[in-house]
């Protein structure tokens, strides 16, 4: 009983109602609450500042100009509103960086998740992780005075602003985003499919792909949807190492813009508020958006489709 | 079926696979090694250009027109200051996200809004937040081409890594934590700031330094708000001698930063000016590098220690 002397007794007052704790409880919730609408607002107000600026674009140039003409010259006094030539500079360079990233970073997925010993996984993991935290300005300067010059040894004829080069390092930067969550994805692969198919007889490489890649399909998905989002998106690299002069072309040997190196190019110079070369960003801008928004959409679609759940 | 009884047959099939196993081991290597060479490639290449020009000098010296006496030190002042409004704006505002989504949210639609809108935001291209800032913050505010508009930019942009670092480790914390603080008659704020914060905050803080890490090596939405490239002066002193000590006039101050600084000397012809873009480039990586293994270190020690 000795212990009971040790327990106070609290008046009853104090356990009961307090008017100012509940308050301070209210005002606590109300703020969280603020701040996770808050990333509602911000895409609201994404959407809401490029799409009021394009219209104001829109109501000088048409839709159908803006998707068909095959020049961008909006600052010439001849001037032209084509998206074209910049949507194939982004296609081209992120095509061949996604070349690179995918296979890659797939390869060494597969590889870090299903055949690599803990140790050399324990070490691999955090240098990609690291590799990912690359500022792109610097990859920017490694492709144009690096990558270039090595190119132009086995292509002569290769100039010093071209798609190749930025594709091709855009892809190595892209490499840790898909590796990551590819590993991601086939780690969350429970472990007995693996050894029903081990128990079958199949090897690793095997059970790799016929197994555990199936089954991870829905991550995997949104790791390559994510790569194709940066890729598309991806502006310092191109932006340094692309030049800058729009041009339509298919060919990566050439110099072009992406659609991301034209609002650089813009934003660079001095342009006034509210003239027609400052709503062009906002177009672009909306272009942007909208390709990787449907990216998005797509991943979204597949991951829900093919989600296996265990 | 084929008879079992041919074990030869059986044997030959099992090593044909088995040779694919190797060969995959190989090329899996082989394309971790191509990851690893290139950075090698990356660094050694602007240690080797970069390495002579870093003193000192380099590091108290504004930008030039002679590359051999131009520095940085505008650049790394800015980077400070905008670093600083980034992380003021978006560590609450994160981890507050954060916790609502993870302990209060009620299970409804505007809920479900909330989280899909998160990750899709963490997928937007950072330039356009650099063109939502120029609308928003640059003209519409009349923040103008400040620090205060840069930093505000990049929280933006670091928001959904906050958020995400905060909701995992808030989730990794048991539910038994929670019951016996509600069993003590605490509040939610009470449980939430006694306990689930301080148990996730190695978790949160591993967040926010790769957020901040990312923030600065940003570049695009910097140059998208109009940052100046050539910036021969400090923005007013955030110290002053006279009361009330503390000014915010650097707030409204142009401003460049150091991707900024190296992204103008990397797109001169002149080769001097590159060999600065080396030096500065070594300097971004080596912070980024720093910050991103700090991160690393906090979490691998986290796993290790904490066992509920």
């Known amino acids: 009983m000795a212990e009971e002397s040790h327990i106070k007794i609290v008046p009853a007052g104090k356990l009961g109602y307090s008017f100012r704790r509940h308050l301070r409880e209210r005002f606590i919730e109300t703020f969280l609450f603020m701040s996770a609408v808050l990333s509602v607002a911000i895409m609201l107000a994404i959407i809401m500042m490029l799409v009021k600026e394009s219209f104001i674009f829109f109501q000088h140039v048409s839709i159908w100009d803006f998707l068909t003409d095959t020049q961008w010259t909006p600052l010439f006094d001849d001037a032209h509103y084509g998206i074209l030539p910049l949507v194939s500079g982004t296609v081209v360079s992120s095509l061949i960086a996604l ?37 792109t300005v610097v990859y920017g300067y490694f492709a144009l005075l690096f990558v270039t010059p090595l190119l132009q040894a086995i292509f002569p004829e290769l100039p010093g602003f071209n798609l ?81 002069q729009p041009n339509l072309t298919w060919n990566p040997m050439e110099p072009a813009a992406t659609i991301t190196a034209y609002i650089v190019q813009v934003s660079l110079g001095d342009l006034p508020h509210g003239s027609i070369g400052y709503q062009t960003i906002f177009a672009a801008g909306l272009t942007l958006l909208l390709i990787t928004l449907v990216f998005n959409i797509i991943g979204h679609v597949l991951r829900k489709r093919y989600r296996e759940i265990y | ?61 504004f930008p030039s027109r002679r590359p051999e006496s131009a520095g940085i030190f505008s650049a790394w002042v800015g980077t400070t200051l905008v670093m600083l409004v980034t992380a003021v704006a978006a560590v609450p505002l994160g981890i507050g996200s954060g916790v609502y989504l993870e302990e209060y949210a ?145 707030l409204t101050a142009p401003f460049t930063v150091m991707p900024i600084q190296m992204f103008n000397w990397v797109s001169r012809p002149e080769e001097a000016f590159q060999l600065n873009a080396a030096a500065a480039g070594l300097v971004l990586v080596v912070m980024t590098l720093a910050m991103n293994g700090l991160a690393i270190y906090l979490r691998y020690r986290m796993r290790k220690n904490i066992k509920w």
């Open chain 2, 106 to 250: 009620p299970r409804n639609l505007l809920t479900e809004i909330i989280e899909i809108n998160v990750t899709n935001l963490a997928g937007v291209p950072s330039i356009i937040y650099g063109l939502l800032a120029l609308g928003l913050f640059v003209y519409q505010l009349g923040f103008g081409q400040s620090i205060l508009a840069a930093g505000l930019a990049l929280a933006l942009l670091i928001l959904p890594v906050v958020i995400v670092a905060t909701r995992e480790a808030i989730r990794s914390i048991p539910v038994t934590i929670r019951e016996g603080a509600y069993a003590l008659g605490a509040t939610k704020w009470q449980t939430v700031s006694d306990h689930l914060l301080p148990y996730s905050s190695a978790g949160i803080l591993t967040g926010i330094i790769i957020g901040l890490a990312r923030a600065i090596g940003e570049t695009a939405p910097i140059i998208t708000i109009g940052a100046l490239t050539f910036i021969a002066f400090l923005p007013p002193s955030p110290i002053k001698n006279e009361f009330p000590y503390v000014s915010i006039e650097w």
């Open chain 1, 164 to 244: 190749l080069s930025a594709g091709l390092v855009m892809g190595i930067m892209i490499i840790p985003y898909v590796s990551s969550m590819t590993e991601d994805a086939m780690r969350a692969v429970p472990m007995n499919l693996r050894e029903g198919s081990y128990a079958m007889g199949a090897t690793r490489f095997q059970t790799a792909i016929r197994v555990v890649m199936p089954a991870a399909f829905s991550g995997i998905a949104a790791a390559y949807i994510l790569g194709i989002s940066r890729a598309v998106g991806e502006t310092m690299v191109v932006a340094i190492a692309a030049g800058m």
């Open chain 1, 99 to 135: 070349l690179v990233a995918l296979p890659l970073g797939t390869i060494i997925a597969i590889y870090l998740s299903e055949f690599a010993p803990f140790t050399v996984r324990e070490v691999a993991k955090p240098f990609l992780e690291l590799l990912g935290g690359v500022p």
């Open chain 2, 1 to 61: 079926m084929k008879s079992v009884n041919n074990l030869e047959e059986i044997r030959r099939i099992i090593s044909l696979h088995k040779r694919w196993d190797l060969l995959f081991m190989i090329a899996g290597i082989f394309a971790l090694m191509i990851a690893v060479l290139t950075f090698m490639a990356l660094f050694a290449h602007m240690l080797i250009d970069g390495m002579p020009r870093l003193s000192w000098d380099f590091f108290t010296s």
